[in-house]
């Protein structure tokens, strides 16, 4: 009996992968156990050696597994390019963000905001230093806990405005995206998979990996807010 393959990743990817892998086991007759959480927490539960086979993140956290020797050298596909959307309540009113100009005024006039741990988060964090607004505005960060997405919060009320990957806001009820991040600003995270050291079915993880990878698949990417890598 041929034994199924557990794939872990953030939860950027999430929904997408529900999809892709639900038509890898469609087209090949292998079974993926697919779970979900926050970044950090699935780089963690890598390093400590929990038993999997594939394993989704931002490249550079691939990477550093790899490094780490959690990954296995040369494992690494590049899957998607995502970037980051604005949202808000939905029926609230939607701010301009049409410039880097109208963000930086949206993000000030915000009672609340809220914007992920992850690779996004580090660099909106950034953009306000840059900007000289993050002290200024520090108190009104709503941080999510890990595996929470800023979606969620902004449904229940809890941020007034919020940044996420546009594949985590795309499909959450009770939310409006205003739209993407002005070219100026965009931030694009490349999310790969790569091969867990201690997977007992190397050859059948990289199938799944080249699987995910194929351009056969773009649609789906598409479909939840992201490009081909």
Known sequence: MTQSLKLISSMAMREALAELTARFERTTGRIVQREAAGGVDVAKRVQSGELLDVVVLSSSAIDKLIAEGHALEGSRQ????????????????????????????????????????????????????????????????????????????????????????????????????????????????????????????????RELLEFLASPLNADVKRRYGMEPA
């Open 78 to 205: 590049d899957l998607v390019r995502s970037g980051v959307a604005v949202a808000v309540p939905a029926g609230a009113a939607k701010p301009d963000i049409s410039d880097e100009a109208a963000v930086r005024g949206a993000v000030l006039a915000a009672r609340t905001l809220s914007y992920s741990t992850g690779p996004s988060g580090v660099y909106l964090e950034k953009l306000f230093e840059r900007w000289g607004i993050l002290a200024q505005i520090r108190a009104r960060i709503v941080v999510p806990p890990p595996g929470t997405p800023v979606g969620s919060l902004i449904a229940d009320g809890e941020a007034q405005l919020g940044f996420q990957q546009l594949s985590e806001l795309i499909n959450v009820e009770g939310i409006e995206v205003v739209g993407p991040l002005p070219e100026s600003i965009q931030t694009l995270t490349v999310f790969s998979g790569g091969i867990a050291s201690r997977s007992a079915q190397v050859a059948q993880a």
